[in-house]
């Protein structure tokens, strides 16, 4: 399987919410390039909701970001949910489809994200899983690096966890900046390092976003504030390392103006186009 083209979605992004729909139909904010949105939020509805969210992805770019996949599951895949988004895709003519390398589910949903063991077996159950929704989609599967806050059972740290699962189930990354800083200072690991180690073919774009500081040594990942200057900083590195490629904000509690938004899309932009300009000269 081919891995999609990058081109597809390019510069800044933003997370659609119900609420933002009339404001970006009357007049979308210059810094947005292109919204992403949970394909779950949005298949049960019809009618009005629907009309007003087919018109925006008619006249703009779209990326999915699923909540419910849980690839990681003790249960068997949703086959049956799964067509359900290869057909939401493709009524809205949006290419790049991603999830969280978890899961969700097992015996009932738990309504929150859970590690997968870092384990051998685990890269190859979960690896056989995304090739069969790789399968069902005919597309790449791309796989967001989760914060986590235990690792049950664990044999491989998450670097050599998360790169042998994209080897093996050759499939794609969104490689999620915050969820590393997160996850360097709760785990006591190098963020530079696992960002430099991530395969840059692999990755198909990245996320930022706020979080909560509860100790020195724990943070939570919130999407529920601005981005902090580490996470700035990790960002610039993974544009040297990897290349500029689209870049998305998330943000779902404590959810600002626009124009606030859109002050950090203009400073994703800032970055892309510095890093481009070094690259130019060198």
């Not at 949903?109 to 399968?135: G, K, W």
Request: hydrophobic share 40%; net charge negative.
């Amino acid at each position: 399987m081919t891995l999609l083209s990058n081109s597809m979605v390019s510069g800044s992004g933003l997370g659609l919410r119900r609420e933002m729909l009339d404001e970006v139909l009357t007049a979308k904010p210059a810094a947005i390039d292109f919204f992403e949105v949970a394909p779950e939020n949005w298949i049960p509805f019809g009618g009005k909701l629907q009309r007003k969210f087919r018109q925006l992805t008619e006249q703009h770019r779209f990326i999915c970001h699923g909540l419910s996949l849980s690839i990681g599951s003790p249960e068997p895949l949703d086959v049956a949910f799964v067509k359900q988004v290869k057909q939401f895709l493709h009524q809205h003519n949006i290419n790049l489809y991603s999830e969280h390398l978890s899961y969700c589910s097992g015996s009932g949903h738990l309504y929150d994200l859970m590690p997968i063991p870092f384990t051998d077996d685990a890269v190859h159950y979960v690896a056989q899983r995304i090739r069969q929704v790789q399968d069902i989609l005919e597309q790449p599967l791309i796989l967001e690096n989760v914060s986590y806050y235990a690792a049950p059972g664990q044999q491989l740290s998450e670097l050599e966890f998360t790169c042998a699962v994209l080897e093996e189930a050759k499939c794609q990354l969104l490689l999620d900046v915050n969820n590393v800083y997160v996850n360097s200072v709760n785990h006591g690991y190098n963020a530079e390092h696992f960002i430099s180690a991530m395969p840059s073919d692999r990755i198909a774009y990245y996320h930022i976003a706020g979080h909560f500081k509860q100790a020195e040594d724990l943070l939570v990942d919130t999407h529920g504030a601005a981005v902090i200057d580490p996470v700035w900083k990790l960002l610039a590195l993974a544009y040297q390392q990897h290349g500029v490629k689209a870049t998305l904000l998330e943000r779902d509690f404590n959810i600002p103006e626009l124009t606030i938004l859109c002050d950090e899309l203009a400073q994703v932009k800032m970055l892309q186009q510095a890093t481009q300009q070094l690259a130019l000269r060198a």
